[in-house]
């Protein structure tokens, strides 16, 4: 095919996933999605194989996939329909993630899909926000197999009735779930204005030949690495339950043809939910496979094929229902992410930076009437000839910083330190960036859940550059508390707070790299 034809069908595809995303971020009424932008979008083939993914956000983007397949397994797609779900277990990350999928028709003929991916502040479950440490499934929010959103071009309000029944914020899900069906909207007449301009059998042509090409890069790219296998080992902090070690052991072995990445060794999965499912460590991987590319190749499911994914059953990275996922979805793809550099580091030296923050500092809190959710920025490790970054989501999310105005608008808190953590980041020839510290000031009686990572174990150096800061989790009492005793938190709590109450979280940093002259 000819190479400019090919980038230009490339750029297309892309362009429609970020129009799709700009009106979820547009239409939508959380500040999650309209500040934070925490969605993703994809199109798909008829088959399910992604083909092209928007800007979005890792974790999603990886695991999307995974659902489609699941809703074209059970469900029967006709003109006009679109399919929910947020089911882990049917390809989702966890329960806020909810996936709208929708067929793109040629006559009577599925010929493409359209899906988004958002996270939602609140779908149920123990606590708002429906991100607490919890110990099964059941208690993270309503779980949603694969229904019909939208039949035949009509909102199915029996559906959507079930749903906003279940949450504590049902106007704000409403808005959400509307945007998410406009933004594929958006992507069905994309997708059939481009159809008549050149034709199905071109746009299926340059859709499966875009997979291929990928594939085919990628394995180029796997011949060039040096053969063997390499080993990596990191911990979680804890379940939030117990403060036994849990493990997460990597072997990958580099082959001519093909990359194994085996999971075996890892800790089984835990009480607490922070396991994860495969949908969420094959986005890890792809993830990570990806940063080995160049920016300018295609993304799609063709990174995938000269991948063996071994992943022990009942395991941290493969758990079995009932198992919770709130944190698996943020926190353990995080330590996944820094175990597979980890290994390819010793493949690639030079190559790989030094760990960063690895947590997406989850904050969740609600009371009556609403409910918030949140990640915080860390420090990013830094790398042969360059210092890492601070302040800045890194990896598994691509999401943003809710700026204070629009939270003090929406939620009864006052923001009353934002700022860089100096001297959080590992020293080293480049050091590693700094976290920060953001301070929240309750007016009103509020349950917090706090899902974070690396407060008792440092984002690693490399190549002689120290480790990262630790992050910390702090509770002030309110001036009218009996208590005015600081509180130091766990890594993962559910806690209850008083109006008035200060709650100071301060986020890693990242490793340094190289040895400090």
Known sequence: MDAIEITIFKNLFQSICDEMGKILQFSAFSPNIKERKDFSCALFTAQGESFAFGTHIPVHLGAMPLSVKAALAEVTFEKGDMVILNDPY????????????AP????????????????????????AGSMPLSSEIFQEGLIIPPLKLVKQNRLNREVLGLILANVRTPVEREGDLLAQIASNKRGIRRLEENMEKYGFEKMENHTLFLIDYTERLFRSLIAELPE??????????????????????????????????????SSGQVRGGINTNEAITYSAVLYVLTTLLDENVPINSGIMRPVDLELPMRSIVNAEKPAGLAGGNVETSQRIVDVLLGALAGAIPGKIPAASQGTM?????????????????GGAGAGEGFAGESGVHTHMTNSLNTPIEALEIDFPIR????????????SGQWPGGDGLTRSYRFLKEAHVSILSERRSRPAYGLSGGEPGKTGENILEPGP???????QKLGSKVNVEIKAGDLLVIHTPGGGGYGQKK
């Open 90 to 101: 049917r390809g989702g990350t966890h329960l806020p993630d909810i996936t709208v999928i």
């Open 104 to 127: 793109v028709f040629r006559g009577e003929e599925i010929v493409f899909f359209v899906a988004n991916r958002a996270h939602h502040s609140d779908v149920g479950g123990m606590h």
């Open 228 to 265: 063997g296998e390499y080993f990596f080992e990191d911990f979680l902090d804890d379940d939030g339950f117990s403060s036994k070690d849990i493990a997460i052991r990597v072997c990958i072995k580099i082959e001519p043809q093909k990359i194994i990445i085996d999971f075996s060794g």
């Open 361 to 377: 500092n989850n904050i969740t809190f609600g009371g009556t009437g609403f409910a918030y959710y949140e990640t915080l920025a």
């Open 415 to 426: 923001m009353e330190k934002y700022a860089l953590r100096k001297d959080s980041g590992g």
């Open 480 to 486: 009218h508390s009996p208590n005015r005793k600081n």
